[in-house]
């Protein structure tokens, strides 16, 4: 029947309210033009380990050879340890990155957006016409950070978003760049600091061109939105 043997595609978990939610901000954004997508600061945290395994990798072995050296993959607790980055790009170009060694907690995202965030927007935006995209992470829905927000939204302003909706969000897939090319590069990561330096550099080179196109596959994102009438997509 040309059936094959795949592992499932990893999605979202996405109710009902979901799909709803999902639904409808594609459709308040279905007709956005590029220089409206363009005005966009996209954000999002990700975490980098000294070790990774994504679970990819397969071997071919014979039934007693599960052991050997060539026929298994090591790994250590917690990754043997690793950084969260928090970063965020418009259109134009790159913006700051930063790099947090504990899990992002309410007061780190604060002094970031406060001390980082405002001024690269008043930057980029000088005219007050900017819009900065956050998920909804805790440490972004606190009262205190939303308090914030609405202190500064004569300077730019702060896109509503769906749940569970990374499909959404380009900065996944600067992410994704971003690990492979780590994991490309030899020797690997020895520590903390090697990883946090490698992450850095890897930043920086970033190829405008490339972030630009995921700014530019938007219209594509919200209509697979749209034709999944809420549900997940490829993206």
């Keep these: 029947m040309g059936l094959c043997s795949r592992r499932p595609t990893r999605v979202p978990l996405l109710t009902m309210r979901h799909r709803q939610l999902r639904l409808q901000w594609a459709r308040e954004h279905g007709d956005w033009t590029m220089d409206e997508w363009k005005r966009v600061a996209w954000s999002d945290e990700s975490r980098f ?34 950084i969260m980055l928090w970063g965020t790009f418009p259109w134009a170009a790159l913006g700051p990155v930063v790099v947090v060694e504990q899990t992002m907690k309410t007061a780190n995202y604060l002094n970031i957006i406060a001390d980082l965030l405002h001024p690269y927007m008043a930057f980029v935006s000088p005219t007050g016409n900017g819009i900065f995209q956050q998920d909804n992470a805790p440490c972004n829905k606190t009262r205190i950070v939303l ?26 897939h600067i992410w994704d760049v971003m690990e492979r090319q780590l994991r490309a590069q030899t020797p690997p990561c020895p520590n903390i600091s090697t990883l946090r330096d490698r992450c850095l ?22 209509a697979a939105v749209l034709k999944a009438k809420g549900g997940a997509t490829h993206y």
Excluded at 55 to 60: D, E, M, N, Q, Y
Excluded at 71 to 78: K, L, N, P, S
Excluded at 207 to 216: E, F, I, S, T
């Design 201 to 222: 550099d890897i930043w920086y080179k970033l190829c405008p061109v490339m972030y630009q196109k995921l700014v530019a596959s938007m219209p594509r994102r919200v």
């Design 147 to 172: 308090e914030w927000f609405e202190e500064h939204t004569d300077e730019f302003h702060l896109m509503s978003w769906p749940p569970n909706s990374p499909d959404l969000n380009p900065m996944e």
């Design 49 to 82: 380990l000294i070790h990774h395994v994504d679970g990819r990798i397969r071997v071919r072995r014979l039934p007693d050879e599960q052991l050997l050296p060539s026929c298994t993959a090591c790994h250590t607790q917690a990754g043997g340890g690793g």
